[in-house]
């Protein structure tokens, strides 16, 4: 018989007593223990303000102010009194589009908008990138100026992106602003998607602010899939194959040996993936709880047929933003500007004069240089519309070196976005001479698409994912003396057997027909709500107990 003794003695043995030092800790900011999606801590705090939630779903502006103050600890937990930097950045965000949505005149507008785009920039640009800019001036120039010590507010990205596109599209007339502060700081607080993505529109999320909660059994199964889905790809794929393989390879990567640089490669590849689209699958699925319907935000990426399809299908709110706000914003495929122009140019004078320094140790760099740009110049000018292609190709190149640096202060990540860049305009010059090579026109050519593809993009994560430059170029120059040596191999994959079999297990969930996922859908949408509840609390139970470490952070939160 199940009594309250045995139920306090089970919780004791698998958790410890619960002191009065514990619970302080649970409500006091500790950089080492974030408050994550995939903890306990989480899991028990969001049940109880999900209890008084529901207590509030009728009410508005109360129900309002209970989501942005829980939105604010979740915050605080995150990064600590840096909280008060998100509500900096609204107060200024908020009253600065008032002023714009009241004034007529056109050139005022844009003065106000002006000055908002300069001080989320330079927030962002402070906090991000000013001991970047530091080293590169100093490297450049044999400066001294010492480094800064920064602290970096999780997710700073996001939420500064998120609230540009707000005054962004009441400067475009798009939208309305809110009818009061309260409104604006739900929107740009909102704790499911704050330090993550998805990056929301203001024009997709406000109006559901106003609309009355309807949460259906239909979400409730939808959530749940999604959560106990999110759970799995973070904390049992992605934190088991990071802390065990991926990680110690890409941190001394000439210690390992080609095989094992190359599986570390596919290996992260995965990780990012199930890290990134956990998290996105937890916030969608948190956020549908309360009643809000946030985008999808990946679209099984690496089924795609062109890198022009991945990026239709990874991180789908960065790549619609940066679209959206930049792309466009600096002629699209309309007009060339002095931006679209400047960072390009920029991009393979720096990469040239890269190669011209190493010319007397190799002529690999200057090779590299000379060929990405003659490869780029081609993308024009083999096109029949040479001008229209120019302009598109500099503006495209632009966005994706941009998207590249708003991921990380560094050279790698501006090359990981110049080879996107490239990428994209070499397929945009390839299906413009040869239109019978649709996507998906045949099945072998989309089979050895996908791999071309895939592989292309695994090269990429190599610059993301390396510290810097030269261990991205370790790296790779280690694979590239892989020799088959099957006996070789076989040990490796011995040794590291649970690393491989949860790599195979999430390149297999990934790659599954839709059909079957569907399938599987539908079993768990048909599971009675018990069942359901008994298989979110083994979820969490299997991952307090294969949890290495302490909870590892979500790769996105440095962004």
Not at 352 to 365: K, M
Not at 488 to 514: C, D, R, S, T
Request: with cysteine.
């Amino acid at each position: 018989m199940i009594t309250s003794n045995s139920i306090n003695n089970w919780f004791v043995q698998n958790f410890g007593e619960i002191t009065l030092e514990q619970v302080k800790n649970w409500f006091i900011y500790n950089p080492d223990e974030k408050l994550l999606f995939n903890t306990g801590l989480f899991l028990g705090l969001f049940l109880v303000f999900y209890f008084v939630y529901a207590f509030l779903r009728k009410t508005f502006y109360l129900r309002l102010t209970y989501v942005i103050l829980f939105s604010l600890f979740f915050y605080y937990k995150s990064s600590g009194i840096y909280f008060l930097l998100l509500l900096l950045s609204s107060v200024v965000d908020y009253g600065l589009s008032q002023i714009i949505y009241r004034e007529t005149k056109d050139s005022t507008k844009k003065i106000y908008l002006v000055i908002s785009v300069i001080l989320n920039l330079g927030l962002l640009g402070y906090f991000k990138y000013m001991n970047f800019m530091i080293v590169t001036y100093n490297d450049m120039f044999s400066g001294h100026f010492a480094l800064h010590n920064i602290f970096l507010p999780v997710g700073i990205s996001f939420y500064t992106f998120q609230s540009m596109s707000y005054i962004i599209e009441i400067y475009r007339e798009e939208i309305k602003p809110t009818k009061n502060y309260i409104e604006y700081l739900f929107f740009v607080s909102f704790f499911p998607q704050l330090v993550a993505g998805p990056i929301v529109r203001a024009k997709d999320f406000l109006p559901q602010i106003y609309q009355k909660l309807n949460l259906t059994k239909q979400d409730v199964n939808n959530a749940l899939f999604l959560i106990i889905g999110g759970l799995i790809k973070k904390t049992v794929i992605s934190n088991y194959i990071s802390i065990n393989f991926v990680d110690r390879v890409f941190d001394t990567p000439m210690t390992y040996t080609s095989f094992e640089n190359l599986m570390a490669s596919y290996g992260y590849a995965i990780q990012i993936y199930c890290d990134f689209s956990g998290y996105s699958d937890m916030a969608i699925g948190i956020a549908l709880l309360l009643g809000f319907k946030l985008p999808a935000n990946f679209r099984t990426p690496y089924k795609s047929v062109s890198i022009t399809d991945f990026w239709r299908r990874w991180h789908i709110s960065l790549s619609t933003w940066l679209k959206d706000f930049l792309y466009i914003s600096i002629g699209g495929n309309r007009k060339g500007t002095f931006a679209g122009y400047l960072f390009p140019s920029l991009f393979f004078f720096g990469l040239l004069l890269w190669g011209i320094s190493n010319v007397n140790e190799s002529f690999i760099p200057l090779t590299i240089a000379i060929g990405s740009i003659g490869i780029f110049c081609l993308t024009f000018l083999l096109s029949k519309k040479k001008n229209q292609t120019l302009v598109t190709n500099f503006n495209l190149f632009t966005t994706m070196l941009l998207g590249g640096l708003w991921h990380g202060a560094g050279a790698q990540f501006i090359i990981w976005g110049a080879l996107h860049g490239l990428a994209l305009a070499v397929h945009k010059i390839f299906m413009e001479l040869f239109p019978s090579k649709k996507e998906g026109s045949n099945f072998f050519w989309r089979f050895f698409s996908i791999l071309i593809t895939f592989h292309f993009v695994v090269f990429c994560w190599i610059f993301f994912r390396a510290r810097d430059f030269e261990t991205a170029l370790q790296v790779i120059n280690n694979i590239g003396q892989l020799t088959f040596e099957p006996e070789q191999w076989k040990v490796i994959a011995l040794g590291y057997k649970n690393v491989f079999l949860l790599m195979l297990f999430g390149y297999v969930w990934h790659f599954l027909p839709e059909i079957i996922t569907d399938k599987m859908k539908w079993a768990f949408d048909n599971t009675p709500l018990v069942a359901k509840a008994i298989i979110l609390g083994f979820v969490y139970w299997i991952v307090y107990a294969t949890a290495v470490a302490g909870s590892q952070p979500f790769i996105y939160f440095q962004f």
